[in-house]
């Protein structure tokens, strides 16, 4: 029987005669932590960690949001708790999805109430449209274009080669791009969601994800907004109440710590 399949959890093994569609389930790997509205015990064996938009134009100084004057200052916090809590993670078997605003070149995914959200006057530097200077590592660069500079993951988080790239275009990462289809090809069923800003694409991609059936966990400190601090704490609120669960890094790598030999 030869397999046939993009992922060993959804894999068919195939011969001329037979077809078997038999999928072994993978073996439970609980992991218990703290949260709200209540603790947690999540199946790291079907467990994905989605991180969106921590990328140069929203979190470098050198970036587009730098370059219109948004203190990008709270969207870099979470890099520290990132850099601690992925390896870990990685360490067992959980895939990293890095979900990063990525435009065309030619700009036709976007549609003109998309650009009016960051261009509403017409004037300005909008969705691709090059960063003005000549100094900066972003000069020239096309805003939040995919494959460039502005759609690069910032300095101080590092891809691994086994990590998944997926380039979105709206605010939710669901919308018109091949996310759901990995997740699925991959057997997740719970999700943790990090970056940034925290009440807009964080939360309208954990949205989605819960419409679709995803387990939906936000690690708050591996996350962050440029928004006033209302705008953070009714997603924290909403995330509690409709959508999910929230802990932190520090929780999730106790229960890592806490495992049995």
């Known amino acids: 029987m030869v397999p046939l ?81 992925l390896p870990r993670l990685r360490g067992k078997g959980v895939p990293v999805l890095w979900l990063n605003w990525g435009n065309r070149p030619d700009r036709l995914n976007l549609s003109p109430s998309l650009l009016h959200v960051y ?17 900066s590592p972003a000069a020239g660069a096309r805003v939040l274009e995919r494959d460039s500079w502005a759609a690069a993951i910032v300095d101080g988080l590092t891809a691994e080669p086994a990590d998944i790239h997926v380039a979105k275009y709206r605010i939710s ?6 996310l759901d289809s990995i997740l699925r090809n991959l057997g997740v069923t719970t999700l943790l969601f990090a970056g940034v800003n925290v009440d807009q694409c964080v939360l309208c991609t954990l949205q989605d994800a819960n419409f679709l059936g995803y387990d939906c966990i936000l690690v708050s400190d591996c996350s962050a907004t440029t928004s006033p601090s209302y705008c953070l704490e ?21 229960g890592l710590h806490s495992e049995r030999p």
């Open 5 to 85: 399949g993009s992922t060993p959890v959804n894999r068919w093994r195939v011969c001329r005669e037979t077809v078997d569609m038999v999928r072994p389930p993978p073996t439970p790997y609980p992991l218990a932590a703290k949260a709200e509205p209540q603790n947690i015990v999540i199946d790291l064996a079907r467990t994905a960690i989605v991180v969106i938009d921590m990328q140069n134009d929203f979190c470098s100084p050198h970036g587009w949001l730098s370059h219109i004057g948004v203190d990008v200052t709270p969207v870099r916090t979470p890099i520290a708790p990132l850099q601690a809590l």
């Open 119 to 135: 261009k509403p006057t017409g004037e300005g530097v909008g969705l691709g449209d090059p960063l003005p200077g000549s100094a």
């Open 173 to 178: 990462g669901f919308w018109d791009t091949e």
């Open 234 to 254: 009714a997603t924290l609120y909403n995330v509690k109440q409709c959508f999910g669960f929230v802990t932190t890094s520090d929780h999730l790598l106790n």
